[in-house]
């Protein structure tokens, strides 16, 4: 069937270092990729998208890459920071704006 | 805050009671959505309701029945939950989808504990 999933449960890097965050998907079809930041307590939060007429996307720093060919979407961070300790979906649209989400990623920052 | 708020945030019921779990969205969407989040488990997708008409409903029991009353309101109405039903409950919102901008906005949530 169609899914969404994450390569790696946990993710520890040190406070100033780059992360990065994988997820691989099934469903060839889809055309349309967001990537959510979900902290202790809160409900999850747009970090960036991207369409798969695009490779690739850059944000404050943030940056999606998408590669259709091995269906592998990751998310980079750049000089990670306390803050950005949180749990990190990746989602895809299949079509009706109903988004399916992997399982998460939890990014542990040390300072 | 994201526009779209959630009420209560927390909400412990036991398994012959009704409750009702409250969303409301300030930020002009026409689609809103229910999601479970449950332990080390993907988010589930529950209810889509467009232009407030339900459009989807993943196979949930009828335990949860929602309403939308209005675009802007979302309710999910609980009676003689389960245990196992214990999560947290995420309302979400998106403009129209057939635009093609399919960015959901989440509210904070309502962890629901059944006893």
């Known amino acids: 069937g169609e899914s969404v999933g994450l390569h790696l449960p946990t993710l520890s890097v040190q406070e100033g270092d780059n992360s990065i965050i994988n997820c691989a998907y099934s469903n060839s079809a889809s055309d349309y990729f967001i990537w959510y930041k979900q902290e202790s307590g809160k409900g999850p939060q747009f970090i960036i998208d991207i369409r798969s007429n695009m490779d690739k996307r850059q944000g404050q720093r943030v940056t999606v890459l998408l590669n259709k060919t091995v269906k592998h979407l990751s998310l980079q961070i750049a000089a990670t920071q306390p803050g950005d300790s949180a749990v990190y979906f990746c989602a895809e649209n299949n079509g009706y704006s109903t988004l399916t989400f992997g399982k998460g990623t939890m990014l542990l920052v040390s300072p | ?115």
């Open chain 2, 1 to 115: 805050e994201t526009g779209v708020t959630q009420t209560p945030r927390h909400l412990v019921m036991g398994m012959t009671n009704k409750k009702s779990l409250k969303c409301e969205q300030h930020l002009g969407h026409n689609a809103m959505y229910w999601y479970k989040q449950s332990a080390k488990k993907p988010l589930e997708l529950m209810f889509v309701y467009s232009l407030e008409e339900r459009v989807e409903n993943n196979s949930v029991p009828s335990r949860f029945s929602p309403e939308c009353p209005n675009s802007s309101h979302l309710f999910l109405h609980l009676h003689t939950l389960q245990p196992e039903d214990s999560a947290l409950y995420l309302c979400a919102s998106s403009q129209d989808p057939a635009q093609g901008n399919t960015e959901a906005f989440f509210g904070q949530g309502t962890r629901l504990t059944v006893v």
